[in-house]
């Protein structure tokens, strides 16, 4: 595990271990729920504090299908689906440091096609870094193969203490037509903690921001997403809300040439 500081921010990150983050903490308040242990993580790696999906979010139910063609693939993390491939293959396997200070760290993943796997070669980056008041991450894919191939991105943070945080950010709804000719509302402002039920949710047009209220730090977090997952199971102390380009089920409509790259960013600042 390699440790990157700055003023008050320190992160703790486990390349080898699914390019996981294990913990992030500023003035020694955890923003992240920290993971319990390495071997935590390396038995289950939803145990991290925040995991990179890639080269898709979500789960891929049935298999891919793409270019007139079906893959089938197996599960990803079988203790946690059983049936399907879940947030792609770089929360599963080691990452290689290219990059190393006082403050910065990347690392990246290279996959090979194989049986069961992701059908394409793609390499994926990603860069953490830290400032005075920021800490961001970004995350990208590459397609190295010699055709076209579907991409998509997500950042799985676990952000600390679900009861007494506030996660403030607009949700944009459109103007569907009513049947009652009523008008829809243009935005819901979602101020407070997160609901004591259970979310599974994701707000479909989103602005990229958001601010997040934890013990008397106020955050102000950003991303280039306009995709916004946010999770929390039932009887949890943490929640999710986690930036995506791709809607859950909806896979496979951004395609990268070859040598064509997307990226991600989560910026996390303190206000």
Known sequence: MIEITAGKFK??????????????????????RPAA???????????????PCVPWFSRLHG???????????????PACDPEHALHGHGWVNPWHV?????????CRYDHAPGPGLFPFNFSATQEFALSTDEFRIVLAVINNDDSPMPAGLGLHPFFQDKKTSELNFTEYCGQPKLPSGLRAP?????????????????I???????????DSLHI????????LHLYSPEDADFYCAEPVTHWPGYFGEDVLAPGESMELFLSLKID
Request: contains cysteine.
């Open 63 to 77: 298999g891919l299908d793409f270019g007139g063609g079906h893959y089938d693939l197996a599960p990803t993390l």
């Open 11 to 32: 992160a703790v990150l486990a390349p080898e271990l699914g390019g996981a983050v294990m913990s992030l903490e500023h003035g020694g308040v955890n923003i992240f």
């Open 37 to 51: 242990s390495r071997d935590a993580v390396a038995a289950d790696p939803r145990e991290a504090a925040c995991y």
């Open 204 to 214: 479909k047009r989103w602005d990229g921001t958001a601010e997040i209220v934890h």
């Open 98 to 106: 290219t990059e190393q200070s006082d403050n910065r760290l990347a």
């Open 220 to 227: 102000a977090m950003t991303s280039n997403a306009r995709i």
């Open 186 to 202: 243009e935005k819901i402002e979602h101020r407070g903690p997160f609901p004591d039920d259970p979310v599974d949710y994701t």
